[in-house]
């Protein structure tokens, strides 16, 4: 892997020392080698893959309707992860509109599958719920005043 710009290694030694995931587990699977690179480390694409899994189940259940993927923010890899991790979701719902919705979503790992949880990566995804026709649809357990 190339080096971090300083930029980058900046912000990465912004991040708060973050030890336990925010929000509730919504997924958990393991890191196979059909997953991996050739140097052995899990592929960008496969992990926000599962993120949006992960995500789209929470959403569903919030607005008990069928939704769609409109948009993933403010994502940054930490860590790499590796073929025998084993790879858990965190959602939390940190926005509320009238047909949409926004879910922190972080991934941590138990690297092999043992010790300490590290978080490798979190990012914002915006769901729109969607009724039978395939339109935005109202959400419904919005609480009052929302």
């Not at 993927?69 to 959602?91: I, N, Q, R, S, W």
């Amino acid at each position: 892997m190339w080096p971090y710009t300083s930029t980058e290694a900046e912000y990465l030694t912004t991040l708060p020392d973050e030890t336990a995931p925010r929000g509730e587990l919504a997924a958990r699977t393991l890191a196979m080698p059909a997953h991996a690179n050739p140097s052995g480390d899990i592929f960008g694409g496969w992990i926000m893959s599962l993120m949006d899994e992960a995500g789209a189940m929470t959403a569903i259940r919030h607005a008990q309707a069928r939704v769609v993927t409109v948009a993933a923010t403010d994502m940054a890899f930490l860590h790499p992860v590796k073929v025998g991790d084993v790879v858990c979701c965190y959602t939390d719902l940190a926005r509320l509109g009238r047909t949409s919705l926004t879910l922190h979503i972080e991934v941590w790992v138990l690297r092999a599958g043992l010790g300490d949880r590290m978080k490798v990566t979190s990012a914002e995804f915006t769901f729109v719920a969607l009724d039978a026709a395939g339109k935005p649809r109202p959400i419904a357990d919005r609480p009052a005043g929302h």
